[in-house]
């Protein structure tokens, strides 16, 4: 297709290429057609600095040794990296459950020293309760903590791993860099582990790229940790025990999580219900002495806990 290139449409391609004797223009848009199917355009990403953070697993595990049983365990490989510099972050975690995720986030962002923008994450069942094309169901915890330092949780489209391409490439460069070195070696204990994980990332980090010549280390430095939001006094989150798994925040992909007050006797006791709210919460809450001891005791320490959960929630500012 040598009459084409970019910015010229089908009909101008033809008429550029037509002689009397060559094809006509049906045969001429058939095969064209055929050559545009065996295409595989990719859209180049531009990531600003402090925008993004990528977040995923290894599929390669490690092996913990038990001391006493002399049983192996398999420790799973968290990846963070960072859109601009590929500053990365990696550690080791028993399981891909919930708490282990919401952990590796919150030592992610005490690693880099700041929050990104967004954090763009894989569709696993910690985090996104409900993978869709458009409006992703997020994890109720997931939401709280996006929430807790004030960012918000982008879910990469389902089978779009080209979305969260740069996660894949430091997964690629963990798995080369840090699982086959450690390969050979024994750790009975997931600190252990993690130590000497630490010190093969400040190696990825420290080591200057040749079409660069600068490493992830410095780009961070120079380029995204003064544009990173600070983290909170306390960056330690701790998801309430009595909601973690459960419940879900459906999210556009353009909008940041949030979270509410969700019952109307909770809106009621934070001042945020609406009037047909508040005159609910008050049936129910004049219903209160017609239930039993036990039965009422039970409904206000769940209101309570409720409203203490979405308060906790609310960012800062």
Same mark, same amino acid.
């Given at each position: ?59 390669? @595990?490690?092996? *913990? ?9 398999? !420790?799973?490989?968290? +990846? /963070? &990296?960072?859109? #601009? ?65 004030? @960012?918000?949780? *982008? ?9 969260? !391409?740069?996660?894949? +490439? /430091? &997964?690629?460069? #963990? ?143």
């Amino acid at each position: 297709m040598t009459g084409w290139y970019p910015g010229r449409n089908r009909h101008g391609s033809f008429q550029n290429c037509r002689c009397p004797d060559g094809y006509g223009y049906s045969r001429y848009c058939e095969l064209f057609r055929a050559w545009e199917g065996r295409l595989s355009p990719t859209m180049r990403q531009s990531h600003i600095a402090g925008e993004r953070m990528f977040v995923d697993y290894a599929g390669t @595990t490690l092996a *913990v040794i038990d001391g006493l049983s002399g049983e192996a365990r398999t !420790a799973q490989l968290f +990846v /963070a &990296v960072l859109g #601009a510099s590929n500053y990365t972050y990696a550690e080791a975690t028993w399981t891909q459950g919930l708490t282990d995720w919401i952990g590796s986030h919150t030592r992610a962002f005490a690693f880099i020293g700041g929050v990104p923008a967004m954090v763009v994450s894989d569709n696993l069942r910690a985090g996104v309760t409900k993978a869709c094309f458009y409006e992703p169901a997020i994890n109720r915890t997931y939401a709280e903590m996006a929430a807790h330092y004030n @960012t918000a949780i *982008v879910p990469a489209r389902p089978y779009r791993a080209r979305d969260k !391409a740069k996660v894949e +490439v /430091a &997964v690629q460069v #963990a798995t080369r860099f840090i699982i086959a070195k450690l390969r050979n070696q024994q750790f009975f204990s997931l600190s252990a582990l993690n130590a000497a994980i630490a010190e093969l990332v400040a190696q990825i980090n420290n080591r200057a790229s040749r079409h660069l010549g600068a490493g992830r280390r410095a780009l961070f430095e120079d380029l995204e940790q003064w544009l990173l939001s600070r983290c909170r006094p306390n960056p330690t989150f701790l998801p309430n025990g009595s909601n973690a798994g459960s419940g879900s925040i459906t999210t556009s992909r353009s909008t940041s999580t949030t979270t509410r007050c969700r019952t109307s006797c909770c809106a009621r006791r934070c001042g945020r219900a609406s009037p047909r709210a508040r005159s609910k919460s008050s049936t129910a809450a004049s219903a209160l002495p017609r239930m039993c001891a036990h039965r009422r005791t039970a409904s206000i320490r769940r209101c309570a806990s409720t409203c203490r959960r979405a308060i906790g929630a609310m960012p800062i500012g």
